[in-house]
């Protein structure tokens, strides 16, 4: 898998775009519309991620977010008193960010295309980067939390969202529940449709039973069938990958299990256990920074 193949998918499949409906027009009041609807979507179905933010102070320190989507951690992030600067892998992210930031009224540093593989900012540049839901979708993961320590302050902290390993969306819904449905749909003969269909034509082309090898199988069933790579983390894969730094935090949130009943997943206990969003605190270790 290569950084290539992610950049195509996601420059193609604009993060969260379907969820609302698409982007349909590009003058000001479709982006305002489109905005609005996909805000209220992404803060109705976690409305943790509020609450997070509001526990972390950005007041004043210079922050660098990975990786964009359509900006509504952004604005969240500069409403909150940020120094924001923006970093994302696909010019259509930033095209849509800078829009929402220019309707807004919203000051921003810098907002650049670029490779977490190669951080287009100096060393020592920030007191905080922020990614949310997007290192997880890096194959090179450890070259990037090297590039991350670098622009890091001496002190400052890497704030990050991962998919969880021990979640009740990875055991029980990936690893069970959609395996099964897929055998049984694949032997049938049914054709099923959206989704369903990307998954039956990945099996036929691969294979169905090499298909259902999570390692293969992870990739296409966080993102549609045709995400190119995805990764799930524990506390223990963090600390092996993220060498670069010291693990300081880390909780879950999110209860998250498709294709079971969202109102029947979100009344479940648990979810500091089996959510499946794994917050993490990071702070780089002294010899990254004294390398650098």
Same mark, same amino acid.
């Given at each position: ?8 998918? &996601? ?24 905005f ?9 179905? #976690? ?8 526990r *972390? ?16 951690? #952004?604005e ?7 120094? &924001? ?7 259509e ?37 922020? #990614?949310?839901?997007?290192?997880? %979708? ?7 939390q ?19 390993? &021990?979640?009740?969306?990875y ?18 003969? *049914? ?7 990307? %998954? ?23 993102d ?19 060498t #670069? ?20 997943? %979100? ?11 794994? &917050? ?8 990254s920074?004294?390398?650098?």
């Open positions: 898998m290569t950084e290539v193949q992610v950049q195509e998918f &996601w420059q193609n499949h604009s993060c969260g775009e379907t969820l609302v409906g698409g982007l349909h027009a590009t003058d000001d009041a479709a982006f305002e519309k489109f609005n609807l996909y805000d209220q979507f992404r803060f109705g179905e #976690s409305p943790q991620l509020l609450t997070n933010l509001d *972390i102070n950005f007041s004043g320190k210079r922050t660098l977010e990975i990786g964009l989507g359509q900006g509504a951690d #952004s969240q992030l500069i409403r909150r008193g940020a120094i &924001w600067s923006g970093l994302d892998l696909t010019e992210s930033v095209r849509r960010v800078r829009k929402r930031l220019e309707l807004r009224g919203l000051p921003y540093e810098h907002l650049k295309c670029g490779t977490a593989l190669a951080i287009p900012f100096p060393t020592a540049s920030f007191d905080i980067v922020y #990614s949310y839901g997007v290192l997880h %979708h890096i194959p090179e993961v450890g070259l990037a090297r590039e991350i320590a670098r622009v890091l302050k001496p002190g400052g902290e890497l704030i990050v969202m991962l998919y969880a390993k &021990w979640s009740l969306n055991l029980v819904s990936i690893a069970t529940l959609r395996r099964l449905g897929l055998i049984y749909m694949y032997y049938r003969g *049914i054709k099923g449709r959206g989704k369903l269909a990307g %998954h039956l034509e990945n099996a036929r082309r691969m294979g169905l039973w090499n298909y259902l090898r999570l390692k293969n199988f992870i990739h296409a069933n966080t549609g069938p045709l995400n190119p790579y995805s990764k799930v983390y524990d506390v223990e894969e963090v600390r092996r990958v993220f #670069s730094f010291e693990l300081t935090k880390a909780y879950k949130v999110f209860m998250h299990a498709p294709p079971l009943p969202t109102p029947i997943v %979100h009344a479940l206990p648990g979810e500091s256990l089996l959510g499946w969003h794994l &917050w993490v605190h990071l702070r780089p270790r002294k010899s920074f004294t390398e650098a």
